[in-house]
C-alpha cells in the first residue's frame, strides 16, 4: 500500500511532547517535569507507547515524561503491560479514532531516541477506519445539547435553567474561523470564488479586493460594509503625514467622510452585485472601509465557519494590516496561498516562518495555486524548494527544524473548479482541481481541532458540575424531608447551619485575595533585574556585531535594526516571565479553591493572544518613552561617529546605565497593570461563590417552608426518580466521547 501523501494530514498536536521526550532523554531531567496540555490521548502518546520494546523500555522508564504517560493511563511499569497498551492503540488505530498519517509522523520524530522503522513499516500497511471528523463532533454535539434539554426539564432553580441555557447558548453559536493570507497575485480572490462556486470577488494583478472580507452563511446572499469609526480613522490620518499618496486620496473622499465616519462604527447593507465597487482597490471609499461581511448559502459555511480573506501581505495601510493581524492571530486554522509559477519571495518566508514560530499556530495548509499550468513533477519540485528553503531559514535562525512538522501542502487549481461550475468543464476537470479534497481537508482539521475539542470538553464540564448541585441539592431536601417526617427538627436546624459555617469560609476569602493581590504585585519587582540583565545582553551582542562589521568592512548602520530587534524580542520575554509566573500564582489559588471550598474548577484559560496584544501595545509605550528615544538617538550618533571598538563599547556601557538609573522597570510594568485580569478572574470567581452559595441558603429556606406535611413520602419518591434520572446522566456525560 502505498504511503498516505502529506495533503491528507490531519491536524497534529503532540509535536511538543515529542521534543520535550528527545530533550529527557539527553538531558534526564529531574522529576520537576510536568505533562501539560495534553488531552485525554494523542497521537504524541500513542507513538512514545508504540516506540517502546524490549531494547528500550528499562531506558524510557528513567524518563519522567513516559512513566507520567504510563501512570495517565494507568499501565505497570514492565513490557508486558506496555505491550497490551501498543495492542489497544492498534485497535483504536483500527476503528479510525487516530490519524495513521499523524502518528507515522510522531514516530519519524522519535526515531532520534528509538528504532521506530519496524513499527512505522507495520502501519505503512495497516489498514483503518476513515473517522468523519465532522460527523463524529456533531454525534456528540447532539448528544450533549439532548442532556442539556434533559437537565432543563428536570431543574427548578432558575439560575441553574440560566446557566444550562447560556452554556447551550455558547456552545451552538462556537464559531471556526478560517484565514486565507498571502501576497498580491497568490489567488486568494479565485480560490474564494471557487470555494463560492461563483465569481464574486475581483480576480486582478492588482490588489483587486482591498478590504478584509469575512464570508458566512445566510440563506440570502448579501454584503455588509463597515467603516472605520473617528478615532480608528484619526489614526488612518496620521499615517497620511507620511504616505503622499494616502494623504491624497483622503483629500478626494472629503465629502464621504462626513457621510460615513462617525464616533461609532457604521455599517451598510449592499447587493452582491454592488460589492465590487466598494471593496475594489481602484476606488479609493474602500478607504473607508474596516472590514466587509459576505453571506453566502454554501454548504461548507452552515457549520459556524467563517471564511476570512486578508487584503494581503502588500497592504500599505497600517490599519488594513493590523486588523488582518488580529485576525489571524484568532485564527482556528490558516491557509496561505502561493503561486504555482512564482518561487517563495522574501515576504512568503517572513510570514511562514513567524508563523511556524507561532505558538498558537499548531498547523497550517500551504496551497499552490495555479496548478493547471504546472505539471505535476514541477509543482512537487515548487514544494520540494519551499520545504528546503523553510528549514534553512529555520536553522539561520536558530530555530527548531521540527517545525516544519505544522505544515502541510496541497496544490490546487480554481480555475478549473470554476470552470465546472460555469459549466464549461466536466467533474473529472473538478475532482483535478483538488477543490473537493480541500474541503475534506478543511472539515476534518476544524472538527478535529483544539478547538472543537475543548468546546465540547468545556459544554460538558458545565453539564457535569450542574448535575452533581442538582443531586446535592436533591439529596439536601430529601434530607429535611426525612427529618421533618419523623418529627426531627434539630436535623433541619443542623442542616441550617452548616451554609453559616460554610458562608464564614467564603468570606475569609477575601482576606485571601488580598495576599494574592500582593504576590502578583511582588511578581512586578523582577522587571528591574530582567532589564539590567537584557540590557548586558544586548550590550555585548551589539559590541560583537560591531566589531564583526569593522573587521568585514560591513555599514554600522543594521546595528540600529539589531538594536530594536533585540530590544523587542527581549522587552517582550520580561513582560512573557512576569505574565505566566502571574499565571501560575492564579493557577495556583485557583486550584484552591477548588480543593479548600469546593468551588466549581473553571480552568482560567490562558490567552496567549490576549497577552500578545498586551505585549505590542506595551512596547509601544516603551518605544514612546523620551528617556529610550534619547537612547535611540545617542546609539545613532555613536554608529555615526565610527569610533574604535574601544570607545564604543565604553560609551555604550555608559549609555545603558544612564537609562536604567533613571527608568524604573517595576513602576513601568505595574501601570500596565498585568496582574489586574489574574485578579480581576478571581475576585470575581469569589463573588460568584459567595453569590451562589446565599441563594442555595435562601432557596432551601424556602422549600422547607412550603413542604406540603400532607404528602412527604410523595415527595420523596419524587425526588428520588428524579435524583435516578441525574445520576443517569452524570453517568451519560462521563461516558460521552
Same mark, same amino acid.
Given at each position: 500500500?502505498?504511503?498516505?501523501?502529506?495533503?491528507?494530514?490531519?491536524?497534529?498536536?503532540?509535536?511538543?511532547?515529542?521534543?520535550?521526550?528527545?530533550?529527557?532523554?539527553?538531558?534526564?531531567?529531574?522529576?520537576?517535569?510536568?505533562?501539560?496540555?495534553?488531552?485525554?490521548?494523542?497521537?504524541?502518546?500513542?507513538?512514545?507507547?508504540?516506540?517502546?520494546?524490549?531494547?528500550?523500555?528499562?531506558?524510557?522508564?528513567?524518563?519522567?515524561?513516559?512513566?507520567?504517560?504510563?501512570?495517565?493511563?494507568?499501565?505497570?511499569?514492565?513490557?508486558?503491560?506496555?505491550?497490551?497498551?501498543?495492542?489497544?492503540?492498534?485497535?483504536?488505530?483500527?476503528?479510525?479514532?487516530?490519524?495513521?498519517?499523524?502518528?507515522?509522523?510522531?514516530?519519524?520524530?522519535?526515531?532520534?531516541?528509538?528504532?521506530?522503522?519496524?513499527?512505522?513499516?507495520?502501519?505503512?500497511?495497516?489498514?483503518?477506519?476513515?473517522?468523519?471528523?465532522?460527523?463524529?463532533?456533531?454525534?456528540?454535539?447532539?448528544?450533549?445539547?439532548?442532556?442539556?434539554?434533559?437537565?432543563?426539564?428536570?431543574?427548578?432553580?432558575?439560575?441553574?435553567?440560566?446557566?444550562?441555557?447560556?452554556?447551550?447558548?455558547?456552545?451552538?453559536?462556537?464559531?471556526?474561523?478560517?484565514?486565507?493570507?498571502?501576497?498580491?497575485?497568490?489567488?486568494?480572490?479565485?480560490?474564494?470564488?471557487?470555494?463560492?462556486?461563483?465569481?464574486?470577488?475581483?480576480?486582478?494583478?492588482?490588489?483587486?479586493?482591498?478590504?478584509?472580507?469575512?464570508?458566512?452563511?445566510?440563506?440570502?446572499?448579501?454584503?455588509?460594509?463597515?467603516?472605520?469609526?473617528?478615532?480608528?480613522?484619526?489614526?488612518?490620518?496620521?499615517?497620511?503625514?507620511?504616505?503622499?499618496?494616502?494623504?491624497?486620496?483622503?483629500?478626494?473622499?472629503?465629502?464621504?467622510?462626513?457621510?460615513?465616519?462617525?464616533?461609532?462604527?457604521?455599517?451598510?447593507?449592499?447587493?452582491?452585485?454592488?460589492?465590487?465597487?466598494?471593496?475594489?482597490?481602484?476606488?479609493?471609499?474602500?478607504?473607508?472601509?474596516?472590514?466587509?461581511?459576505?453571506?453566502?448559502?454554501?454548504?461548507?459555511?452552515?457549520?459556524?465557519?467563517?471564511?476570512?480573506?486578508?487584503?494581503?501581505?502588500?497592504?500599505?495601510?497600517?490599519?488594513?494590516?493590523?486588523?488582518?493581524?488580529?485576525?489571524?492571530?484568532?485564527?482556528?486554522?490558516?491557509?496561505?496561498?502561493?503561486?504555482?509559477?512564482?518561487?517563495?519571495?522574501?515576504?512568503?518566508?517572513?510570514?511562514?516562518?513567524?508563523?511556524?514560530?507561532?505558538?498558537?499556530?499548531?498547523?497550517?495548509?500551504?496551497?499552490?495555486?495555479?496548478?493547471?499550468?504546472?505539471?505535476?513533477?514541477?509543482?512537487?519540485?515548487?514544494?520540494?524548494?519551499?520545504?528546503?528553503?523553510?528549514?534553512?531559514?529555520?536553522?539561520?535562525?536558530?530555530?527548531?527544524?521540527?517545525?516544519?512538522?505544522?505544515?502541510?501542502?496541497?496544490?490546487?487549481?480554481?480555475?478549473?473548479?470554476?470552470?465546472?461550475?460555469?459549466?464549461?468543464?466536466?467533474?473529472?476537470?473538478?475532482?483535478?482541481?483538488?477543490?473537493?479534497?480541500?474541503?475534506?481537508?478543511?472539515?476534518?482539521?476544524?472538527?478535529?481541532?483544539?478547538?472543537?475539542?475543548?468546546?465540547?470538553?468545556?459544554?460538558?464540564?458545565?453539564?457535569?458540575?450542574?448535575?452533581?448541585?442538582?443531586?446535592?441539592?436533591?439529596?439536601?431536601?430529601?434530607?429535611?424531608?426525612?427529618?421533618?417526617?419523623?418529627?426531627?427538627?434539630?436535623?433541619?436546624?443542623?442542616?441550617?447551619?452548616?451554609?453559616?459555617?460554610?458562608?464564614?469560609?467564603?468570606?475569609?476569602?477575601?482576606?485571601?485575595?488580598?495576599?494574592?493581590?500582593?504576590?502578583?504585585?511582588?511578581?512586578?519587582?523582577?522587571?528591574?533585574?530582567?532589564?539590567?540583565?537584557?540590557?548586558?545582553?544586548?550590550?555585548?551582542? /551589539?559590541?560583537?556585531?560591531? +566589531?564583526? %562589521? =569593522?573587521?568585514?568592512?560591513?555599514? #554600522?548602520?543594521? @546595528?540600529?535594526?539589531? $538594536? &530594536? *530587534?533585540?530590544?523587542?524580542?527581549?522587552?517582550?520575554?520580561?513582560?512573557?516571565?512576569?505574565?505566566?509566573?502571574?499565571?501560575?500564582?492564579?493557577?495556583?489559588?485557583?486550584?484552591?479553591?477548588?480543593?479548600?471550598?469546593?468551588?466549581?474548577?473553571?480552568?482560567?484559560?490562558?490567552?496567549?493572544?490576549?497577552?500578545?496584544?498586551?505585549?505590542?501595545?506595551?512596547?509601544?509605550?516603551?518605544?514612546?518613552?523620551?528617556?529610550?528615544?534619547?537612547?535611540?538617538?545617542?546609539?545613532?550618533? /555613536?554608529?555615526?561617529?565610527? +569610533?574604535? %571598538? =574601544?570607545?564604543?563599547?565604553?560609551? #555604550?556601557?555608559? @549609555?545603558?546605565?544612564? $537609562? &536604567? *538609573?533613571?527608568?524604573?522597570?517595576?513602576?513601568?510594568?505595574?501601570?500596565?497593570?498585568?496582574?489586574?485580569?489574574?485578579?480581576?478572574?478571581?475576585?470575581?470567581?469569589?463573588?460568584?461563590?459567595?453569590?451562589?452559595?446565599?441563594?442555595?441558603?435562601?432557596?432551601?429556606?424556602?422549600?422547607?417552608?412550603?413542604?406540603?406535611?400532607?404528602?412527604?413520602?410523595?415527595?420523596?419518591?419524587?425526588?428520588?426518580?428524579?435524583?435516578?434520572?441525574?445520576?443517569?446522566?452524570?453517568?451519560?456525560?462521563?461516558?460521552?466521547?
Amino acid at each position: 500500500m502505498p504511503k498516505e501523501t502529506n495533503e491528507n494530514s490531519p491536524h497534529f498536536e503532540g509535536l511538543d511532547l515529542l521534543k520535550r521526550l528527545w530533550k529527557q532523554h539527553l538531558l534526564y531531567l529531574d522529576s520537576s517535569s510536568k505533562l501539560e496540555n495534553h488531552l485525554d490521548i494523542n497521537e504524541a502518546e500513542c507513538a512514545i507507547i508504540l516506540s517502546a520494546n524490549d531494547e528500550n523500555y528499562e531506558r524510557f522508564l528513567k524518563l519522567e515524561l513516559f512513566t507520567q504517560i504510563l501512570k495517565k493511563f494507568h499501565l505497570r511499569a514492565d513490557i508486558f503491560s506496555i505491550q497490551l497498551a501498543q495492542l489497544q492503540i492498534l485497535n483504536t488505530l483500527k476503528l479510525g479514532f487516530f490519524e495513521k498519517d499523524q502518528l507515522l509522523r510522531a514516530l519519524k520524530l522519535l526515531k532520534s531516541i528509538a528504532d521506530t522503522e519496524c513499527v512505522s513499516a507495520f502501519l505503512e500497511h495497516f489498514k483503518c477506519e476513515v473517522q468523519d471528523k465532522k460527523q463524529g463532533f456533531f454525534t456528540e454535539s447532539k448528544e450533549l445539547e439532548s442532556l442539556c434539554n434533559e437537565l432543563l426539564s428536570l431543574s427548578d432553580i432558575p439560575n441553574l435553567n440560566q446557566r444550562l441555557s447560556n452554556a447551550l447558548m455558547r456552545f451552538k453559536n462556537t464559531e471556526f474561523n478560517i484565514v486565507v493570507a498571502g501576497i498580491m497575485n497568490a489567488g486568494k480572490s479565485s480560490l474564494l470564488n471557487a470555494l463560492l462556486k461563483t465569481r464574486i470577488l475581483g480576480v486582478s494583478n492588482i490588489p483587486e479586493t482591498a478590504n478584509l472580507t469575512l464570508l458566512k452563511y445566510a440563506q440570502e446572499p448579501k454584503a455588509k460594509l463597515y467603516f472605520w469609526n473617528k478615532a480608528e480613522f484619526e489614526s488612518l490620518q496620521k499615517n497620511a503625514l507620511y504616505d503622499k499618496g494616502l494623504a491624497e486620496v483622503l483629500n478626494e473622499l472629503k465629502p464621504q467622510i462626513k457621510e460615513f465616519i462617525s464616533d461609532e462604527s457604521l455599517s451598510k447593507d449592499i447587493k452582491l452585485n454592488e460589492l465590487s465597487f466598494y471593496s475594489s482597490a481602484k476606488n479609493p471609499l474602500s478607504v473607508l472601509i474596516q472590514k466587509i461581511e459576505l453571506f453566502s448559502e454554501l454548504d461548507f459555511l452552515k457549520d459556524n465557519i467563517t471564511i476570512i480573506d486578508t487584503p494581503g501581505l502588500d497592504d500599505v495601510f497600517v490599519q488594513r494590516e493590523q486588523l488582518s493581524k488580529d485576525y489571524l492571530n484568532n485564527c482556528d486554522f490558516l491557509m496561505y496561498l502561493m503561486n504555482a509559477s512564482q518561487s517563495l519571495s522574501q515576504k512568503d518566508s517572513e510570514f511562514l516562518l513567524a508563523c511556524l514560530n507561532n505558538s498558537r499556530i499548531s498547523r497550517f495548509l500551504i496551497i499552490i495555486s495555479k496548478a493547471d499550468l504546472l505539471t505535476q513533477n514541477e509543482l512537487d519540485e515548487v514544494i520540494t524548494y519551499t520545504q528546503k528553503s523553510l528549514k534553512q531559514r529555520l536553522k539561520e535562525q536558530g530555530l527548531d527544524e521540527f517545525l516544519l512538522e505544522k505544515i502541510d501542502f496541497l496544490s490546487i487549481s480554481s480555475k478549473q473548479a470554476l470552470e465546472f461550475y460555469e459549466n464549461k468543464a466536466d467533474k473529472n476537470t473538478l475532482m483535478q482541481s483538488q477543490i473537493p479534497r480541500l474541503e475534506t481537508y478543511l472539515y476534518q482539521q476544524i472538527f478535529s481541532s483544539t478547538k472543537s475539542k475543548l468546546v465540547l470538553e468545556s459544554f460538558k464540564n458545565e453539564l457535569k458540575l450542574i448535575t452533581d448541585e442538582l443531586i446535592e441539592k436533591l439529596e439536601r431536601e430529601n434530607k429535611a424531608l426525612q427529618s421533618k417526617n419523623l418529627g426531627l427538627n434539630d436535623e433541619n436546624v443542623k442542616l441550617l447551619s452548616e451554609f453559616k459555617t460554610e458562608a464564614k469560609k467564603l468570606e475569609s476569602l477575601k482576606a485571601e485575595l488580598k495576599e494574592f493581590k500582593a504576590e502578583l504585585k511582588a511578581n512586578n519587582l523582577n522587571a528591574n533585574s530582567s532589564l539590567k540583565a537584557l540590557f548586558k545582553r544586548l550590550e555585548n551582542k /551589539l559590541n560583537d556585531e560591531f +566589531n564583526y %562589521a =569593522k573587521a568585514n568592512s560591513r555599514a #554600522l548602520e543594521a @546595528l540600529e535594526k539589531i $538594536f &530594536l *530587534q533585540n530590544l523587542e524580542d527581549g522587552f517582550n520575554d520580561i513582560l512573557r516571565q512576569i505574565y505566566f509566573q502571574n499565571m501560575k500564582i492564579t493557577e495556583a489559588f485557583n486550584e484552591k479553591l477548588s480543593l479548600k471550598y469546593k468551588a466549581k474548577n473553571t480552568e482560567f484559560l490562558n490567552d496567549i493572544q490576549a497577552f500578545r496584544k498586551l505585549a505590542s501595545t506595551a512596547f509601544t509605550q516603551f518605544l514612546a518613552l523620551e528617556l529610550l528615544r534619547n537612547v535611540s538617538r545617542e546609539f545613532s550618533n /555613536l554608529i555615526m561617529l565610527k +569610533n574604535e %571598538a =574601544k570607545d564604543f563599547k565604553a560609551r #555604550l556601557s555608559s @549609555l545603558f546605565e544612564d $537609562f &536604567l *538609573q533613571a527608568f524604573d522597570c517595576a513602576e513601568f510594568v505595574g501601570k500596565l497593570s498585568l496582574e489586574n485580569e489574574m485578579f480581576g478572574f478571581l475576585q470575581d470567581k469569589v463573588n460568584e461563590l459567595v453569590l451562589a452559595h446565599k441563594e442555595k441558603e435562601l432557596e432551601f429556606k424556602q422549600r422547607l417552608e412550603k413542604l406540603d406535611t400532607e404528602n412527604l413520602s410523595l415527595i420523596l419518591e419524587q425526588n428520588e426518580a428524579k435524583k435516578a434520572k441525574l445520576i443517569h446522566i452524570k453517568e451519560s456525560l462521563n461516558h460521552a466521547h
